[in-house]
């Protein structure tokens, strides 16, 4: 084996472990159905404890690349196959199996940021910023917002981007009729089946033509994705509304290798994902592109509140001109005074905290019920 573990590296032991084995998985030396190292046999090799080879391979599990069997050890579930998952496919055909769902509730604010804290930092943004807040903000967002957002994405999501790639608007459903104008209202766009109403009624309204294409439990069907005329893909890889349906590591990879043909675009709907209860942050498909063709949005409505209507999008920097272009003109829907108040929420750390305590928590509750 190949292995190691650089105890100088700031990264921890089983993170580094965890990519190393993912890597090997994803390229197929550890091809689906196989046995993985054994823990011992790792440890050894790495010269790290037997538990930090139990957090990587834990790591792996929930992330839908392995998965453990009692008193054998670890095998691989992830696949690749041609993209469709062409075995899963002829199961399916042959039991025609009904898909039900567990729905989450549309709690948006279930987990509230702390409001002394937010009052804080707008007396403090007030104080400090002084008539900047009355200023207009330039068409894609306050500079100061969009290169916070960027430091935020690169060190707690994977994504390397340029503040030239961010957009700000106010709340997602602004954002999905700009993206609409942006790749084309003559273009074919599919959305999951069940999704979040506002999708479907959002293009409906631009006047594009919307296919809707079935859930299965780890995601888009592969028989749906295989015959769409879309070249378009809108998804929520962490659990999708109204379903609660994540993408599975492999479902993951199809829809990146869908979208290498033809000129398609994935947009990456990435609500929620971070109060994954996982040891990690969750993968986005943003960072795992290698034809720069997944547009990826969020927003700090849920995260912070509802009430405080701020998105954002990161484009490839292929559609920058392409942007500027077509909807350079419009001014941004965010009031500067909230620019500068989540800018110093990401800035100072107390963002980040909120997100890392609301994670214990909802760990705390998985393991009590």
Not at 57 to 73: D, K, M, N, P, T
Not at 128 to 156: F, M, Q, T, V, W
Not at 206 to 217: A, I, K, N, R
Not at 259 to 274: G, P, V, W
Request: aromatic share 10%; hydrophobic share 35%; charged share 25%.
């Amino acid at each position: 084996m190949k292995y190691s573990v650089e105890k100088n590296n700031s990264s921890p032991a089983y993170l580094q472990l965890y990519r190393q084995l993912r890597e090997d998985i994803i390229q197929g030396a550890y091809p689906f159905g196989s046995k993985l190292p054994s823990k011992r046999l790792l440890a050894d090799e790495t010269g790290v404890s037997i538990i930090t080879v139990e957090h990587a391979y834990a790591l792996l599990c929930e992330e839908g690349y392995a998965e453990s069997r009692q008193r054998s050890g670890y095998y691989v579930c992830f696949r690749t196959g041609d993209g469709f998952a062409a075995m899963a496919d002829s199961k399916a055909s042959s039991l025609s199996p009904v898909v039900s769902f567990s729905a989450p509730s549309d709690n948006r604010n279930m987990h509230h940021f702390s409001y002394p804290m937010l009052a804080r930092t707008m007396r403090k943004v007030l104080s400090d910023c002084g008539d900047a807040i009355l200023e207009k903000s330039p068409n894609e967002g306050c500079h100061a917002l969009r290169e916070e957002i960027r430091k935020y994405l690169l060190r707690s999501r994977g994504i390397s981007a340029d503040v030239s790639q961010i957009v700000i608007g106010s709340g997602s459903e602004y954002l999905y009729g700009l993206i609409a104008s942006l790749l084309g209202r003559d273009r074919i766009y599919a959305i999951e089946s069940p999704s979040y109403h506002k999708i479907h009624q959002v293009y409906e309204s631009c006047d594009v033509t919307v296919e809707t294409l079935p859930l299965g439990t780890d995601g888009i069907e592969s028989r749906a994705l295989r015959s769409t005329k879309a070249d378009i893909l809108h998804i929520t890889p962490y659990r999708s509304f109204p379903s609660g349906v994540t993408a599975s590591a492999s479902k993951r990879h199809e829809y990146l290798q869908w979208a290498e043909k033809n000129n398609r675009y994935l947009i990456e709907d990435d609500y929620e994902s971070e109060f994954s209860v996982s040891r990690k942050a969750e993968e986005t498909l943003f960072a795992h592109t290698k034809k720069e063709n997944v547009i990826y949005m969020n927003t700090f409505s849920n995260t912070i509140s509802s009430s405080l209507r701020i998105a954002y999008m990161v484009l490839p920097k292929h559609l920058i001109p392409v942007f500027e272009e077509r909807l350079g003109f419009y001014s941004c829907t965010v009031p500067t005074f909230e620019q500068y108040v989540l800018a110093r929420l990401l800035a100072s750390g107390d963002f980040e905290r909120h997100i890392n305590r609301v994670r214990r928590q909802k760990r705390k509750e998985q393991r009590t019920n």
